[in-house]
């Protein structure tokens, strides 16, 4: 059974007060209207007690969770409530969602759900830092008929909720990284497969790629050219390994990673959608996003679980490869564990 807790409001403590005065004077006196007095006080007691419990029989409590949750933006949680009482309806019920362990400062209230009926609403919330937070239940509690005590409910309802990190708009991100964007996302000639440019035709080049319609009308031979796909990746190197010696639970140093991941996934997110294909790379995993946004979800949720990891300077440093953009997110205790050759670097932290 659910767990049941009962506590007084501050109206409740006065009439708890008040029923054990007038009793210790009913039986000191024996006076039989403070006798009837009594009676009434305990019987609004015994009445609260039984339609509270009342209101919270046969409730059915349903959370449901948005598909996508950024850090630092605000997101809606909707809370559905049934009453499964055949006649009977439930009076001022209030919902609380607990989370980590602990009750939400947000709450849903329902001032009447008739019998065999669904009601739903929702609550505004947001969380600072990117992760998996976990729900643990549901508080449904109600004041109903009085307002003398308020009786509470436990419901199990556990979930996941993994929070993506916090993506910034582009003209947000470091004056450096806003340089660099228009250097790489200016098209290069080469064997790709999106139109560049027109040239005359040199000996050697391919004639299938030449543009008929445009020679005849220059009367000499012109040439398509496209783009290199060398111009159309983007690989971004998260570097997550952290000296020996740090200690990887301080606020500043995750405060100073959380910057790391949400750059990279602001990085990734803009070249998306400019037509690259992206690859966002650590140490020891890649994930890959699709210029038509193909691995979005797995890319954020990666990034969002993303954690240090302990290193020392005898490990194989981060290094670049060949024929794409190499970028380089790094914090800048961890610079002397990453290699050289990155066509840019943005070091975070102090």
């Given amino acids: 059974m659910p767990l049941r807790t009962l506590r007084f409001t501050r109206e409740g403590r006065y009439l708890i007060g008040i029923t054990l005065g007038v009793g210790f004077a009913a039986i000191n006196t024996g006076n039989n209207l403070l006798y009837l007095f009594l009676g009434m006080l305990l019987s609004m007691i015994i009445v609260s007690g039984v339609l509270s419990e009342q209101t919270l029989r046969r409730l059915e409590v349903i959370r449901e969770l948005p598909p996508q949750v950024f850090a630092r933006r605000p997101f809606l949680t909707g809370i559905v409530l049934g009453n499964r009482k055949r006649h009977l309806p439930s009076f001022s019920v209030q919902v609380e969602d607990v989370i980590q362990g602990r009750p939400l400062s947000k709450k849903c209230y329902f001032l009447k759900v008739p019998a065999q009926a669904r009601q739903s609403t929702s609550y505004r919330t947001e969380f600072e830092r990117r992760g998996l937070y976990r729900y643990y239940g549901l508080k449904v509690d109600t004041r109903f008929p009085f307002a003398f005590f308020v009786k509470s409910r436990r419901y199990e309802a556990p979930a996941e909720l993994v929070v993506y990190p916090a993506i910034q708009p582009v003209g947000q991100l470091p004056l450096e990284a806003r340089s660099l964007l228009g250097e790489i996302t200016r098209p290069r000639s080469g064997a790709g497969r999106d139109f560049h440019s027109l040239r005359d035709y040199r000996i050697g080049d391919d004639a299938r790629d030449i543009h008929w319609k445009r020679s005849a009308r220059e009367n000499r031979l012109m040439l398509r050219e496209y783009e290199t796909e060398g111009g159309r990746r983007i690989h971004l190197v998260l570097n997550e390994r952290m000296p020996a010696g740090f200690d990887l639970d301080d606020a500043l140093h995750r405060l100073e990673f959380d910057q790391c991941v949400e750059l990279t996934a602001s990085l990734a997110l803009h070249f ?79």
């Fill in 272 to 350: 998306a959608e400019r037509g690259f294909s992206v690859t966002v790379r650590t140490s020891g995993e890649q994930c890959a996003l699709g210029a038509d946004g193909r691995g979005f979800d797995r890319l954020m949720r990666w990034l969002a679980l993303l954690e240090w990891r302990a290193s020392d300077a005898g490990t194989a440093p981060l290094a670049p490869g060949q024929n794409a953009h190499w970028l380089l997110i790094t914090h800048r205790q961890g610079r002397r564990l990453v290699g050289n050759g990155f066509t840019h670097a943005f070091e975070l932290g102090s």
